[in-house]
């Protein structure tokens, strides 16, 4: 039994080689790290690693998380530039007793000492995005301009259950500003025992449900993946709803230690990968309802 | 109804001024603020705030949280240099829509906007400590040195519930390292309709069972606040056993909105203070009994 599910149509072509990876039996953090490091290197894909978002001050900002739910072990770094492969230095971190979470520029320290490859994160392209943003003043951040946060999450043959994700944050956020991605319980969390779950969207809302650790608590307590999905976002839109607010842009997706998945949105369409025996799906979320793209589709996605 | 609780024997002064403004019918926020700056800015209380324990490179590194129980909103800074109250920054973050959470230079360019009082807040003793501790090499890390962080939970009049938190970290931290304490529901959470929860001692540790979020969502399941901490507290400290581990330094506190408190820790005896109507009352758990600390036995407590 191996299983992979990733946020978004970007994650599909690496999903595919870390699908391969897994029915080979590779380790479930080695397909999370293929999925995703091919997803930093990618230049056109501007959401994460290489060509990502810049900040206000048009630095590209990196946040990346890896966790081991066999261990319950986590590694993060928040607010780093330069470094290639954001979700190598979470990995490396995440073996660490102490010291697993490192903000700015202790994370690119880290980074250089452990020998992992460092480069300018900026290209002509984000350049570009960021130059035209200045020129438009009081500019409404919002996540999903493009598409979002990689987020990852694969089982293996032998039980091991592993989280990653991989963002530039928010566009033209302020200088520091962290999202929910490299916060463990907000936007990760795994535990071999009852599932993983990640999320992506506006950070700001997402952790204050905490709504990873929410999703894998309810399948600790008896749920599907898809029903704790479900339960944590409907419970969470309903408290924002009462405080008088919209149901923000909110995505997140689960993985049960017996191969089945989950998915839910607070968006009109969240499309997203799902690996296992039976190949690689394009999948999606729309309007509730959990189904396969079809070929007509495909082009039509964020 | 108003109470407050907070960590350590060191906010039995702070808690007391913080418990009678709320006596007077301050909010809740406005409490723990009083509480937290004066634990920061005291000199000799050196694991928060002014004269805080340095980093490995000799910096004071501050982390500090804020959430509000009512609209579910948080403000943290992380790895800061140079903030005299962070928990003043942590507040001022929790009322926006975006950029809620900054690290490093962006927390600080945010202080400095906003107007906060900057200061150096290495005294000769912080130096001190580091400078002894350099000349021991391969000392082992651990939290309860002395103290540490110090998170306070206050109830008002009107039900406003609010968590706070600040620390300079675990000692000789490497550079950039976030602890717990600036982590949405793994070092606080405060969710009005059900309780607020706070945790103290390894970050690292706590962070992977998302305690002060377990806490509450027991609490929302119908536990008192004493029930929650310790079955999200054993459940845990089980798991880590059950990994090879010890049960590691822990200790978490929790208040539910009818003023009722709990505590629980991996320690012998954890101290902290509760106000409430019936005054201030320095408390402690040990041996797994919350028990109040008679006047013989409060020199003796960490």
Redesign the interface.
């Known amino acids: 039994m191996h299983a992979i599910i990733a946020t978004w149509k970007m994650s599909y072509p690496s999903v595919c080689d870390a699908q391969h990876l897994l029915q080979e039996g590779a380790a479930a953090g080695d397909a999370v790290v293929e999925a995703i490091t091919q997803i930093e290197d990618d230049p056109t894909l501007n959401s994460v690693g290489y060509g990502g978002l810049p900040d206000r001050d048009g630095h590209v900002m990196l946040d990346a998380a890896y966790m081991d739910g066999q261990?319950?072990?986590?590694g993060a770094i928040?607010?780093a530039e330069g470094i290639r492969n954001p979700i190598l230095a979470a990995r490396k971190l995440c073996g660490?007793?102490?010291?697993?979470?490192?903000?700015?520029?202790?994370?690119e320290?880290?980074a250089i000492e452990e020998g992992l490859p460092m480069r300018d994160m900026c290209t002509h392209a984000s350049m570009q995005h960021w130059r035209e943003a200045i020129r438009m003043e009081h500019r409404k951040?919002s996540a999903y301009r493009d598409h979002d946060t990689v987020c990852v999450l694969a089982l293996d043959e032998d039980g091991g259950l592993v989280a990653g994700t991989s963002t530039s944050g928010?566009f033209m956020?302020?200088?520091?500003?962290?999202?929910d991605s490299p916060?463990?319980?907000?936007g990760y969390?795994a535990d071999a025992r009852y599932g993983a779950a990640a999320a992506t969207g506006?950070?700001?809302e997402i952790?204050?449900?905490?709504l990873s650790?929410?999703i894998v608590?309810l399948m600790k307590r008896g749920a599907s993946a898809q029903q704790a999905c479900e339960e944590a976002m409907n419970d969470f839109v309903s408290?924002k709803l009462e405080?008088g607010e919209d149901a923000g842009s909110m995505s997140v997706i689960a993985l049960a230690p017996d191969g089945t998945f989950g998915a839910a949105t607070t968006l009109d369409v969240f499309p997203f990968t799902v690996g296992n025996e039976s190949g690689v799906h394009l999948c999606a979320v729309k309007n509730g309802v959990v189904t396969e793209v079809t070929e007509e589709e495909v082009a039509k996605l964020p």
């Not at 261990?71 to 986590?74: A, G, N």
């Not at 660490?96 to 994370?107: K, P, Q």
């Not at 916060?183 to 907000?186: D, F, V």
């Not at 952790?207 to 905490?210: L, V």
Request: hydrophobic share 35%; proline share 2%.
């Open positions: 261990t319950l072990r986590c928040m607010s660490r007793e102490s010291n697993c979470v490192l903000a700015g520029r202790g994370a320290l880290f951040l928010l956020k302020a200088p520091g500003r962290v999202g916060l463990i319980g907000s969390y506006v950070g700001e952790m204050r449900g905490c650790y929410e608590s408290r405080l």
